[in-house]
């Protein structure tokens, strides 16, 4: 008999990155409340910097380190090379954005505020050679590039990051520090969180619909599109600094976009399995919620962003509140009960119960019910200045991630 | 989905080992083995006292393939106490959906 749990890592370098992350899901949704004036106004705001970076390590990054230390030596087929290093960063990864968020909340970017910087920074780089050293003794996949290349972006974000909480308090950046801040957030989305997306997607969904073609070309045209036009974005906003290549790269990226979106239909015309669960129902409105911070972003290059500088606050907000939590509301759902099947279930005795058992269907339908028109009053609260709408997002986004987080808490009990 | 010759001299072992491994569910779609159609064969050594399960997975990279084999072979066992079982993984020929019975195909939404 082969050891079943021959690839999969240890509890403790995954269950507690979603537990923490559905936490933060909660306190995010009780900021975007307690903060909802701030995002009728300019982008650049403490509480905004606060809640985005909040939603950006607290709540997605977190629980997406936590999924590709399962993935990760699922899709290599290798031990994590490190399970020890999880517990580590996880710890750098809470203590990092606990300093950071506080000082940009209050605005004081001070000794906590670089130290938490430096943390976060910290665990990203070791996270990042974990999974470097995990994948690269592993098969070549496009998964495996994705996941590789999606890292390296993380990284660049957050150097650039530190970059400007440095030049926040002691200006030497040539340019304007909002220049910089809109090369920083672009990476960190197309780079980081969409290749990531795009990566683990493309693995999975074939996976679980049981799709008989994938078309490798798709992915490989994605990968290359999405990384070359980055890299453009990239080097013109840090060196050349024209804007001449701007239809260039939004062309680039757009085509990988489409290449993707190919990809997963190919997946869902020949998938064997037709009835969809809730987890990838949300999976498949989430890549269609992508369009909506396309559509925010071509209104911001169309218009005068100095006049209605609320757009960029929408189309951050788009990203993150539509398509990365809807994404990872049902993700969780769809990897969280079977990580903790695996590690009750035995080798030598039949199951009782099946990853579909330890969780409620009918929970996340209802999450969902509630957090989708919470997430489309806030966004329409931005769009038109009206606060009123954001307190009555903001009030069923936080009834939907408390539900959340006790389902979440509810399956990994089922541990003891 | 796979069927057996009642005019095999072991057929009824193996008939008893096809039964057990309708208790083996994949565990993401919650469907049995059997009626999924990735059992392919099942070889008796009757000397030997020895079972093979000739089966496949739904894709080659399952994070679960190796629960659902050591089930495969925990099953058989269980119901053949006499006998070992091992489980061969296969990948030709591949799997499709001409091999999921009619109640697995009802049950994935066909």
């Known amino acids: 008999m082969k050891p ?166 002691y200006p030497y950046l040539s340019e304007d520090h909002l220049h910089y801040l809109r090369i920083h957030a672009s990476v960190g989305m197309a780079g980081w969180f969409l290749q990531l997306v795009i990566g683990i997607s493309s693995k999975l969904v074939p996976m679980f619909l049981l799709s008989r073609t994938e078309k490798q070309k798709l992915l490989n045209i994605a990968y290359y599109t999405i990384n070359i036009g980055l890299a453009f974005f990239l080097l013109e906003g840090l060196v050349f600094r024209t804007r001449w290549g701007q239809l260039f790269y939004l062309v680039s990226i757009t085509t990988g976009i489409i290449a993707y979106t190919l990809y997963i239909r190919t997946c869902y015309k020949t998938a064997i399995r037709k009835q969809l669960d809730n987890g990838m129902k949300q999976t498949f409105l989430a890549l269609v919620l992508m369009s909506l911070p396309f559509i925010l972003l071509l209104a911001i290059l169309l218009t005068r962003v100095d006049i209605s500088p609320n757009l960029i606050t929408a189309y951050g907000f788009a990203f993150f509140g539509g398509f990365i939590s809807t994404i990872i509301m049902g993700q969780t759902f769809k990897t969280l009960p079977f990580i903790v099947w695996m590690h009750i279930t035995k080798p030598n005795t039949l199951p009782e119960v099946l990853p579909k058992d330890l969780f409620n269907e009918k929970w996340v339908k209802v999450q969902m019910l509630l957090y989708l028109p919470g997430y489309l009053l806030f966004l329409s609260g931005i769009l038109v200045k009206l606060v009123l709408l954001i307190y009555a997002g903001s009030i069923l986004m936080i009834v939907a991630s408390s539900l959340y987080l006790l389902h979440v808490v509810l399956i990994v009990k089922k541990l003891k | 989905m796979m069927e057996l010759n009642i005019a095999d001299s072991d057929y009824r072992t193996k008939m008893t080992a096809l039964e057990a491994l309708h208790q083996v569910a994949d565990p993401e779609l919650g469907i049995n083995i059997v009626d999924l159609g990735l059992v392919y064969n099942i070889y008796v050594d009757q000397p030997g006292k020895e079972i093979t399960v000739e089966m496949t997975l739904s894709t080659p990279s399952c994070p679960l393939g190796n629960f659902i084999t050591n089930h495969a072979a925990v099953a058989v066992e269980s119901a053949l106490p006499d006998y070992n079982a091992t489980v061969n993984l296969v990948w030709e020929p591949k799997w499709n959906a001409d091999r999921i019975s009619p109640q697995g195909k009802a049950e994935l939404g066909w």
């Not at chain 1, 240890?10 to 990155?17: F, L, V």
């Not at chain 1, 809470?94 to 000082?103: C, Q």
Request: glycine letters at 6%; a positive charge; aromatic letters at 10%.
């Open chain 1, 4 to 169: 079943p749990d021959e690839h999969i890592p240890s509890k403790t370098t995954i269950i507690p990155y979603y537990i923490v992350a559905a936490f933060a899901f909660v306190l995010l949704s009780v900021l975007c409340l307690v903060a909802g004036n701030a995002f009728t106004g300019h982008y650049f705001q403490p509480r905004i910097l606060a809640i985005t970076h909040l939603a950006v390590f607290g709540w997605a990054t977190m629980i997406i380190f936590g999924a590709s230390n399962q993935l990760t030596p699922v899709i290599c087929e290798q031990r994590l090379k490190s399970e020890k290093l999880p517990v580590v960063i996880i710890a750098l990864l809470m203590a990092g954005t606990g300093l950071l968020v506080t000082s940009f909340w209050n605005f004081e970017i001070n000794a906590l505020a670089y130290t938490g910087g430096i943390l976060l920074l910290t665990a990203i780089v070791l996270h990042a050679q974990n999974i470097y050293k995990t994948a690269k003794a592993g098969k070549e996949t496009a998964v495996r590039d994705f996941m590789l290349m999606a890292h390296l972006w993380l990284v660049i974000t957050c150097t650039l990051g530190f970059i400007l909480l440095v030049n926040i308090r």
